[in-house]
C-alpha cells in the first residue's frame, strides 16, 4: 500500500443485478494529484466515484482507505465529514436557493440565518477561485456550466481534501474551462487531490499526472501521463483500433428544405436568416450564450418569436410547441437531458420509442413486440449499454442515456434534425457512431443541423458552418475553405 495516498481502494468490486460492473479495482489517489479516470460509457466510472462517496456500497470482499484508514461503512455522511467532494454529472445542488446558500449550506450553525456572513463567503471563495457572480441570484437562473462552478465553489468552502470531478466540463464554455484549469492548479498546489473523469482528452492531457484506464468494469493500466499519448489512451480504452475520417457530404445536395428568414426573439437572437438543403449538415457554432441554443428551441416550437419566418419545403412553417413540430417533421435533441429529454422512471426502450408510440399501436393498443424490436435495433447499431431494453433508463450510465435520446429522434423519421451537444459526455468509440449515424440520416434526405461547442466535431461533419455571436450569425463558411483558428479569429473571439 502507497503510505502517503489520501484515498485508496484494494479489490472494490459492484454488482447490479447479477451483473459485475466493477471488478477488483485498486485505486490510489495521492495528495496534490490531479487523477484522470478513463473508460467508455458504462466502464464503471461514476459507479466507482459513488462507491468511494458511500453513496453505494460496493460488494463483500473490497477494501476503503482514507489516509491510511480502513473505512468498513463508507456513507454519504463520513465521505462528507472526511473532506470528499463529489461534483456529479448531474450537478446535485438546490434551485430554488441563492448562489451564496448553495455554497454555503450546512456550513454555519447560527440560530438565525445571517446573510452578510454567507454571501460574504460565497464572496471570497468565488473571488479566490477568479469568477464573478452575483451570489444572492437563484441557483436557477443560472447556466449548467455557472452551477459546476457553484458546486466546484462548495467543496472548497468546506475545505476538502478529495474533490472528484465527473465531467465537469460537458457543459461549460470554453473561458469557463480555463477558468477551471486555473481552479484546477491552485488546488493541486493546496494539495486538494483530484479525480477528473472526461471523455475529452485533450483535457486529459491539459490536466492529469496521472491516468487510471478502466474497461467493461476492469482497471487496465495506471501510469503518469507522460507515458501516453492520444492513440495508446484510445486504444486501451476501446480494446481495438479505432479509425477517424472526416465525414462530408461527397455527393451534390438537393433542393433547399429548410428556412429561415429575419428570425427575431429579443434578447437572445435577431434578424437570423439562412437555409439548408436536403442532405447537408449545417453547423451551428458560437460560445455558449450565442444564442445558438434559443434559437434551436425556437424552431421547435418551444418559444415564439417576435418577428421572422420559417419555411419547410417551400411552405410556411408554423409550430405551436412541441408536439405540432414533431408532427411536423422537425425534431430536437436537446443539450440539458437530464431536465429537457428523459423521461424517468421508464424503460430504455420507452425513451427510445416514446414520441414515435404511434407507429407502433396495433389497433389502438402499444404493440410491445414492434416497440422491443425498434430499441433493439438502435441498441444494436449505436451500442446502448447495456444491452438490456427493459432497463430504467436511469441505470443506465450518462453516455448510454444520451445515445438512447439520439436513438429517440432517430427513430422519429424527422425531416429537420436539430442536435444541440450531440456527443456531450459520448466517448470516443460511440461519437464515432453517432457522426456516422448523423451522416446515414443526411443521406436519406435528412437536413441536419448540428450545435457544439466542439470544434473538432463541427469540422469532422458540417458541410457548412455558421458561426454565431451574441445573437447573430456572424459569419458562414463552406469546410474545405475554413481552419479551426479561422472560425475562432472571425466569430467565436473578439
Ligand atoms: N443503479 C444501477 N442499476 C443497474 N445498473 C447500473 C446502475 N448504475 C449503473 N449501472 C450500470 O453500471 C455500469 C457502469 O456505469 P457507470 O455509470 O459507472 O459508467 P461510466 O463509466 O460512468 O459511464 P459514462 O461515461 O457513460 O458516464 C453501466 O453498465 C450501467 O448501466
Ligand atoms: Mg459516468
Redesign the pocket.
Known amino acids: 500500500m502507497q503510505s502517503n495516498a489520501v484515498l485508496e481502494t484494494k479489490k472494490i468490486s459492484k454488482t ?2 447479477g ?1 459485475r ?1 466493477l471488478h477488483d479495482i485498486d485505486f490510489s489517489l495521492m495528495p496534490g494529484e490531479v487523477h484522470a479516470l478513463v ?10 466515484i459513488k462507491i468511494i462517496a458511500g453513496v453505494e456500497a460496493p460488494d463483500d470482499g473490497g477494501e476503503l482507505y482514507f489516509q491510511g484508514k480502513r473505512i468498513p461503512h463508507m456513507t454519504a455522511a463520513k465521505s462528507i465529514h472526511l473532506g470528499i467532494s463529489v461534483i456529479y ?1 448531474d450537478v446535485s445542488l438546490f434551485p430554488n436557493l441563492s448562489i451564496a446558500e448553495n455554497i454555503c449550506k450546512g456550513l454555519y450553525h447560527d440560530a438565525f440565518v445571517n446573510w452578510k456572513k454567507i454571501n460574504g463567503k460565497a464572496k471570497e471563495i468565488l473571488d479566490e477561485m477568479g469568477v464573478q457572480m452575483d451570489v444572492q441570484q437563484k441557483l436557477r437562473e443560472i447556466s449548467i456550466g455557472k452551477r459546476q462552478l457553484v458546486a466546484i465553489a462548495r467543496a472548497i468552502t468546506f475545505e476538502s481534501k478529495v474533490i472528484v470531478m465527473d465531467e465537469p466540463t460537458a457543459a461549460l464554455s470554453s473561458s469557463e474551462v480555463e477558468m477551471l484549469y486555473n481552479i484546477i492548479r491552485t488546488l493541486r498546489g493546496k494539495g486538494v487531490a483530484i479525480v477528473y473523469i472526461s ?1 475529452k482528452l485533450d483535457e486529459i492531457f491539459t490536466v492529469a499526472d496521472r491516468i487510471t484506464v ?1 474497461r467493461d468494469g476492469e482497471r487496465i493500466e495506471t501510469a503518469p501521463v507522460s507515458e501516453f499519448d492520444q492513440t495508446k489512451l484510445i486504444n486501451m480504452m476501446v480494446g481495438r483500433e479505432l479509425r477517424f475520417v472526416p465525414m462530408h457530404n461527397h455527393g451534390d445536395t438537393g433542393e433547399v428544405l429548410f428556412e429561415v428568414r429575419g428570425l427575431t426573439q429579443e434578447p437572445a437572437f435577431r434578424d437570423i436568416s439562412f437555409a439548408c438543403r436536403r442532405g447537408e449538415i449545417v453547423g451551428l457554432t458560437g460560445l455558449v450564450g450565442a444564442g445558438r441554443s434559443e434559437l434551436a428551441q425556437a424552431i421547435f416550437g418551444l418559444t415564439h418569436p417576435q418577428s421572422g419566418e420559417m419555411l419547410l419545403q417551400g411552405a410556411p412553417l408554423k409550430v405551436k410547441d412541441a408536439n405540432d413540430a414533431i408532427r411536423k417533421g422537425v425534431c430536437y435533441l436537446p443539450e440539458d437531458r437530464r431536465s429537457q429529454g428523459l423521461f424517468q422512471g421508464h424503460s430504455m426502450t420507452r425513451n427510445i420509442t416514446a414520441v414515435t408510440l404511434g407507429k407502433q399501436l396495433k389497433r389502438g393498443l402499444i404493440n410491445a413486440g414492434l416497440e422491443l424490436k425498434t430499441a433493439e435495433k438502435y441498441i444494436r447499431e449505436i451500442s446502448i ?2 444491452n438490456l431494453p427493459h ?1 430504467n433508463v436511469e ?6 442515456q444520451q445515445k438512447a435520446l439520439i436513438a429517440r429522434w432517430l427513430n422519429a423519421d424527422p425531416k429537420l434534425l436539430i442536435v444541440d451537444e450531440p456527443t456531450s ?1 459520448v ?1 470516443v468509440g460511440a461519437k464515432l457512431e453517432i457522426h456516422k449515424l448523423l451522416r446515414s440520416l443526411a443521406e436519406q434526405g435528412v437536413c441536419v443541423i448540428l450545435i457544439s461547442s466542439d470544434l473538432s466535431e463541427v469540422f469532422a461533419l458540417s458541410d457548412r458552418i455558421l458561426v454565431m455571436r451574441q445573437g447573430r450569425i456572424v459569419n458562414e463558411v463552406a469546410v474545405g475553405e475554413a481552419t479551426q483558428e479561422g472560425i475562432l479569429q472571425k466569430g467565436l473571439l473578439g
Not at 441505470?395 to 448510454?400: K, Q, T, V
Open positions: 447490479y443485478s451483473i460492473v473508460g467508455e460509457n458504462g466502464a464503471g466510472k461514476s459507479t466507482l454529472q471523455h478502466l449499454r447495456p432497463i441505470s443506465l450510465s450518462g453516455g448510454n459526455g466517448d
